[in-house]
Structures are given as structure tokens and as C-alpha cells.
């Protein structure tokens, strides 16, 4: 392998993340307005930029943050919301989709899960398909393959 491949969280899925934050953004000004006025408790105003500030930090940490790597040196890396967990590629013997994120099994039996990718419907072939291929140099059976 020559150069690295990564797997992000789809942009459509951050849009909408960065979408819901600017949506309360927005209703942050608007209750400011209304306490200014006196039509709502001042009380509003910090809570709404607690939940604003609560929303933007769960964005980052599951739309931003999470990534799957293959290094050219054969490293792959699953980085999560909070942690990260590195092994070499070899160490991998099966890559599957679950609801929760596409689930590595490795030599030893431990499984690592990244929610980079899920199980969920796809017009085309899943791009899961595409993460196990680079990883394990094969393609899973069709019995496993989301996109039902």
C-alpha cells in the first residue's frame, strides 16, 4: 500500500449536525429578544446557551471526530468520539457492519467498534464494503452486506 486511506462521517450527517446547532442558535436570539421585552424569564437566556454549547460539543464529538484510517505502513487506526485504538492490519480477521458502527474483530478476539460506518440502507453497494476490502484485502460474503 502506497499512500493511506480515511473514512469520515458523511457529510450529509454533519451538515444536519451543524444545521441543529445554527437552528438553536437562532432561538438562542429570538428568546433573547422575548426576555428583553419581558415576555420570558431571564432565566432562558443561559440555559439556552448551555444546551447550545451541549449540542455543538456532541457534534464535534460524533460527526467530526470519528474516522477510520489505513496507513501506509499498515497501521489502522479507529478513532471514536473519545478514544482512539491503533493496531496493525494484519491483527484484523473479519470486519462487519452491526446498527451501532462496523465492528473489527481482531486475532486475539477482541472487537473494536468505529461508528464511522452503520448498517443501514444504501442505494448502491454499502460503503462498509469498501473500509473491509482495504483492510482485510477481501470483500465480505453477501450474506452481511447492508443496503437491504
Given at each position: 500500500?502506497?499512500?493511506?486511506?480515511?473514512?469520515?462521517?458523511?457529510?450529509?450527517?454533519?451538515?444536519?449536525?451543524?444545521?441543529?446547532?445554527?437552528?438553536?442558535?437562532?432561538?438562542?436570539?429570538?428568546?433573547?429578544?422575548?426576555?428583553?421585552?419581558?415576555?420570558?424569564?431571564?432565566?432562558?437566556?443561559?440555559?439556552?446557551?448551555?444546551?447550545?454549547?451541549?449540542?455543538?460539543?456532541?457534534?464535534?464529538?460524533?460527526?467530526?471526530?470519528?474516522?477510520?484510517?489505513?496507513?501506509?505502513?499498515?497501521?489502522?487506526?479507529?478513532?471514536?468520539?473519545?478514544?482512539?485504538?491503533?493496531?496493525?492490519?494484519?491483527?484484523?480477521?473479519?470486519?462487519?457492519?452491526t446498527e451501532w458502527g462496523l465492528r473489527f474483530?481482531?486475532?486475539?478476539?477482541?472487537?473494536r467498534t468505529s461508528i464511522v460506518c452503520q448498517?443501514?440502507?444504501?442505494r448502491n453497494e454499502p460503503r462498509w464494503l469498501?473500509?473491509?476490502?482495504?483492510?482485510?484485502?477481501?470483500?465480505?460474503?453477501?450474506?452481511?452486506?447492508?443496503?437491504?
Open positions: 500500500m502506497e499512500t493511506r486511506q480515511r473514512w469520515n462521517v458523511r457529510w450529509w450527517i454533519r451538515l444536519v449536525g451543524v444545521a441543529a446547532v445554527l437552528i438553536l442558535l437562532a432561538q438562542q436570539f429570538s428568546t433573547i429578544e422575548f426576555v428583553a421585552r419581558g415576555e420570558m424569564r431571564a432565566s432562558e437566556i443561559p440555559l439556552g446557551w448551555i444546551a447550545i454549547g451541549a449540542l455543538a460539543l456532541l457534534v464535534v464529538l460524533l460527526t467530526f471526530r470519528p474516522y477510520i484510517e489505513l496507513q501506509a505502513d499498515g497501521r489502522l487506526v479507529l478513532q471514536g468520539p473519545i478514544r482512539r485504538h491503533t493496531f496493525q492490519r494484519e491483527q484484523v480477521k473479519d470486519v462487519r457492519p474483530t481482531l486475532e486475539d478476539g477482541t472487537q448498517n443501514t440502507w444504501s469498501d473500509v473491509a476490502h482495504a483492510v482485510t484485502g477481501g470483500r465480505p460474503g453477501l450474506e452481511h452486506r447492508g443496503g437491504r
